[in-house]
C-alpha cells in the first residue's frame, strides 16, 4: 500500500507530508466497560477496595490501538474523508478539484494531494483536534529513509540493515555479489540443532522486514522461513535439496515503471506438474493484481490499458485462457480457477513470455552473478 500511494504521488509530482502524533493511544474513547484497579498514589482512603472504570484507552491496554483507530477515522469521515474497502489504512477525499490521500499507521501518518493550500488547511484543522508532530516532508517512515530524486523517490532500509548486522555480530564480514549461492539448498533434518534458536528467528523475522524494500533477497528469505520451527547449524551451507517437493508462487507487480507488490511463497500444496504450478502462480498474481486494481480504482485511477501477467509456461498460459484438458487439471482447487474467469471477462491478459526475460526468476531459485 505504501509502495503504491508513493508510486502515484511521484507520477503525479505531488508533495509528500509526514505527521507524527502525540499519545495516540490516549485519544481513543471505550465502547467497552473496562476496570482497573487504583492507581497508586491516587487511591480512595475512603474506598480503597474500589476500582476505577475508564473513560478513555491507556497504554497497555488490549483495545487502546483499535480506540485510537476509531477515534482518528470518525474524525476523518466527518472531514468527508473515504475510507477504503480494500485497505483500512487509507482514506481519501475528494472536493472539487481536490484530491487527498491519507495513509495511517498506528500513530504515522501520511498526507499526499493535488492542491497544497487544501492540504495545509486540513492540517491546521488535524492538529486543532489531535497533538501533531509535523515532520513537515517525508523522510523516515516505518524504519525506510526516503530519498527524493529529480524523477523519484529512493527506498532505503540502510540504518535497519547496520543494526541487523551488529545484532548478528557480522558487521565485518565480507560483502557478496547475490543473496544466496546458486549451488546451495537448504534441507530440514541436516546438520545440528541450533543452540539458539531464537536468535535465529530473530533475524529472519528481521530479514522478512527489510525484504520490503529489497526484493532481491525474497527467494533466500523464503527459504530461511521454512526452517523457523527447527533451524540447524547446516540451514546456512548445506548442500543438496531432498525437502523441495512444493513449488514456490513469485510475483513483481508494476505501476509503471515501479515495482509496487512483490511476494516470495513456497506453494500449499504439491503441484502434478510444472504447467499446474505455474497456473497456480498465475492465479495468486491475479488475486494480488485485483485487490490492487480495486485500491486503484477507489484512488480515481483510471487504468488505461488491460493488466497482462507474463508466464514463462506455454500450458499454463493456454490453460488461462482455455481451460482444457479437465482430467487432468479437476483436482486443483476452484479458487484456482479465479484467473480463467477474470481472462475470459477481459479484466486481464495472460501472455507468454521467454525463461531470459523473466524478471520474477530472482524470486524463484538463487541466481549466479
Given amino acids: 500500500m505504501v509502495r503504491l500511494v508513493l508510486s502515484l504521488a511521484v507520477s503525479h509530482g505531488w508533495a509528500l507530508h509526514q505527521l507524527e502524533v502525540n499519545n495516540a493511544f490516549l485519544q481513543g474513547t471505550l465502547l467497552e466497560n473496562v476496570f482497573m484497579t487504583q492507581p497508586s498514589g491516587f487511591i480512595d482512603h475512603d474506598n480503597p477496595n474500589h476500582v476505577c472504570q475508564l473513560q478513555k484507552a491507556i497504554y497497555g ?69 489531535f497533538s501533531l508532530k509535523d515532520l513537515s516532508h517525508l523522510h523516515y517512515f ?113 505501476l509503471g515503471r515501479n515495482p509496487v507488490s512483490w511476494s516470495s511463497k513456497k506453494q500449499k500444496t504439491i503441484a502434478w506438474s510444472s504447467t499446474e504450478a505455474e497456473y497456480r502462480f498465475v492465479a495468486n498474481t491475479a488475486v494480488e493484481l485485483r485487490w490492487l486494481c480495486s485500491l486503484l480504482s477507489e484512488l480515481d485511477v483510471i487504468i488505461a490499458q488491460q493488466p497482462v501477467i507474463y508466464c514463462e509456461n506455454v500450458g499454463a498460459t493456454h490453460l488461462c485462457a482455455n481451460l482444457v484438458f479437465h482430467s487432468r487439471m479437476k483436482h486443483v482447487a476452484l479458487d484456482y480457477h479465479f484467473i480463467n474467469e477474470q481472462v475470459q471477462s477481459g479484466r486481464l491478459r495472460v501472455s507468454h513470455i521467454s525463461t531470459t526475460d523473466q524478471l520474477v526468476d530472482a524470486l524463484t531459485k538463487p541466481l549466479p552473478r
Fill in 142 to 254: 516505518l524504519g525506510v529513509k526516503v530519498i527524493p530524486y529529480v524523477d523519484g523517490l529512493f527506498l532505503s532500509q540502510r540504518k535497519y540493515i547496520v543494526d541487523l548486522l551488529s545484532k548478528a555480530q557480522i558487521t565485518e564480514a565480507k560483502p557478496v555479489s547475490t543473496p544466496m549461492s546458486s549451488s546451495v539448498s537448504l534441507t530440514l533434518h541436516s546438520g545440528s540443532p541450533l543452540a539458539d534458536t531464537v536468535a535465529y528467528r530473530t533475524i529472519v523475522g528481521s530479514l522478512q522486514y527489510l525484504s520490503l524494500t529489497r526484493p532481491n533477497i525474497s527467494y533466500t528469505v523464503n527459504k530461511l522461513s521454512q526452517f523457523m520451527h527447527q533451524p540447524t547449524t547446516n540451514h546456512w551451507t548445506a548442500a543438496g535439496d531432498k525437502d523441495g517437493f512444493t513449488s514456490t508462487s513469485d510475483y513483481f507487480i508494476y
Fill in 61 to 129: 491496554l488490549n483495545q487502546a490501538p483499535r480506540a485510537w483507530y476509531h477515534e482518528l477515522r470518525s474524525y476523518l469521515l466527518s472531514f468527508e474523508f473515504i475510507n477504503s474497502i480494500a485497505d483500512a489504512s487509507l482514506f481519501v477525499f475528494r472536493g472539487h478539484s481536490t484530491v487527498i490521500y491519507l495513509l495511517v499507521y498506528v500513530n504515522d501518518i501520511i498526507v499526499t494531494g493535488n492542491t497544497s493550500s487544501t492540504i495545509s488547511q486540513f492540517l491546521q484543522h488535524l492538529s486543532d483536534r
